[in-house]
């Protein structure tokens, strides 16, 4: 079974410290992990795979198969980076087994 | 273009009515997924669907629920008799094509069962 585990609910930092948005998963095979973002009020939107390899918005996440993880990252945390992070994975059967975590609720203290 | 609309945003039912959820996907787009959201929990998939069509429906309860996104209109999930733990954030998203990773996503209806 395909599991997504982000284990913190809430993540508070200030502004200008680094951001980890940690994330794990199980599954056997080579998923394809992303990650979305909710902003206050908004709706739920990509902010980045990790096929692509890019950095959106000066997050990026790296795929660790080893330790079957997919942290976000940012060196820097903004006010406007407080947001619902939800991190997913998508298994056989491609887009329509997208498995979402819980969620982490990331406060960036000005 | 409007975005992925979804309708109501908030909706009360007693236990053993009906709850209707509707969702109008992008202009331009065929394919439209179910996802809901019970409290402290992620985002599970409920059904797949294409104009007229069912695709993957692995993730409805067996009894109780069903969806359709007919050839005109919008793409509705609907519940029977609803029960306390039907209570849940329920999203909708579209896409132009399969990929959900390119879906856009509504802003979900928030369904209580008092």
């Known amino acids: 079974a395909q599991r997504v585990t982000q284990p913190e609910k809430l993540l508070s930092v200030f502004k200008g410290a680094p951001v980890e948005l940690k994330c794990n998963y199980s599954y056997s095979g080579s998923p394809e992990l992303f990650w979305y973002v909710q902003y206050s009020r908004q709706r739920l939107q990509l902010l980045l795979r990790?096929?692509s390899r890019e950095s959106i918005k000066g997050f990026t996440a790296d795929l660790n198969k080893g330790e079957t993880s997919f942290h976000l990252k940012k060196p820097f945390a903004q006010e406007e980076d407080s947001a619902m992070y939800y991190c997913a994975l998508s298994g056989p059967g491609g887009y329509q087994k997208v498995t979402f975590g819980t969620g982490t609720k990331l406060q960036v203290i000005p | 273009n409007a975005g992925v609309m979804q309708n109501p945003r908030h909706l009360v039912r007693r236990r053993g009515q009906e709850a209707r959820l509707r969702c109008s996907p992008m202009?331009?787009?065929?394919?439209v997924y179910w996802y809901r959201q019970l409290p402290e929990e992620g985002l599970k998939f409920m059904v797949y669907l294409q104009k007229e069509n069912i695709i993957d429906e692995s993730g409805m309860p067996k009894e109780r629920f069903s969806a359709e996104f007919p050839k005109e209109g919008p793409s509705i999930l609907r519940i029977q008799q609803v029960v306390r733990g039907d209570s849940a954030a329920y999203f909708c998203?579209?896409?132009?094509?399969?990929?959900?990773?390119?879906?856009?996503f509504g802003q979900g209806t928030r369904l209580t069962v008092v």
């Open positions: 990790h096929i």
């Open positions: 998203a579209s896409s132009p094509r399969s990929g959900v990773t390119e879906a856009f």
């Open positions: 202009k331009g787009h065929s394919h």
